[in-house]
T-cell receptor, first 112, second 109 residues
């Protein structure tokens, strides 16, 4: 079955460490997205990519980095420069807003 | 800047009809989407409106008025499983959605 997979589901890291969140899709979607969600809040756009080897900053890109070397994969690195990294991270893919995004089940990152 | 306004919470009873409003102020506008998210889960796509008017999909309908920068999601014949958060989202032309802060719907028996 086609879908989008995020791993791990829960992640704990010490303050000051970089951490990479995985996102893989087998839906053959060109576009992929990373959003951050804080408790009781909406989704805020971190980075997005419309095509392999190209990506754009979203609204809250500071302290994050991404790569898009393969169509299927869009990993997100949360760096030590991110001041408040504890959050729920959602990856999505799609062919355009008309048909909607497919979201992964998310990674809950806790930095202690 | 961009802003989308939704009520933070709505409560309704099973079998009733509920309307969740969304007003937006954005530098560009191509369409309004709605997503549903159950607690701890992934958002799922419900609808997309690019043109004025009402789009119906089963028990859910979505409306858009571009001149008023306003839309709503209408849920009919509410069921307990409809208890979730609902997000409106705007495509401003940068080819990535900007989401509102969400409306938490509680359906009571």
């Amino acid at each position: 079955d086609g879908g989008i997979t995020q791993s791990p589901k829960y992640l704990f890291r010490k303050e000051g460490q970089n951490v990479t969140l995985s996102c893989e899709q087998n839906l053959n979607h060109d576009a992929m997205y990373w959003y951050r969600q804080d408790p009781g809040q909406g989704l805020r756009l971190i980075y997005y990519s419309q095509i392999v080897n190209d990506f754009q900053k979203g609204d809250i890109a500071e302290g994050y980095s991404v790569s898009r070397e393969k169509k299927e994969s869009f990993p997100l690195t949360v760096t030590s420069a991110q001041k408040n990294p504890t959050a729920f991270y959602l990856c999505a893919s799609g062919t355009g807003t008309v048909f909607g995004y497919t979201f992964g089940s998310g990674t809950r990152l806790t930095v202690v | 800047g961009q802003s989308l306004e939704q009520p933070s919470e709505v409560t309704a009873v099973e079998g009733a009809i509920v309307q969740i409003n969304c007003t937006y102020q954005t530098s560009g506008f191509y369409g309004l989407s709605w997503y549903q998210q159950h607690d701890g889960g992934a958002p799922t796509f419900l609808s997309y409106n690019a043109l004025d008017g009402l789009e119906e999909t089963g028990r859910f309908s979505s409306f858009l008025s571009r001149s008023d920068s306003y839309g709503y999601l209408l849920l009919q014949e509410l069921q307990m499983k409809d208890s979730a958060s609902y997000f409106c989202a705007v495509d401003t032309g940068r080819r990535a959605l900007t989401f509102g802060s969400g409306t938490r719907l509680q359906v009571q028996p």
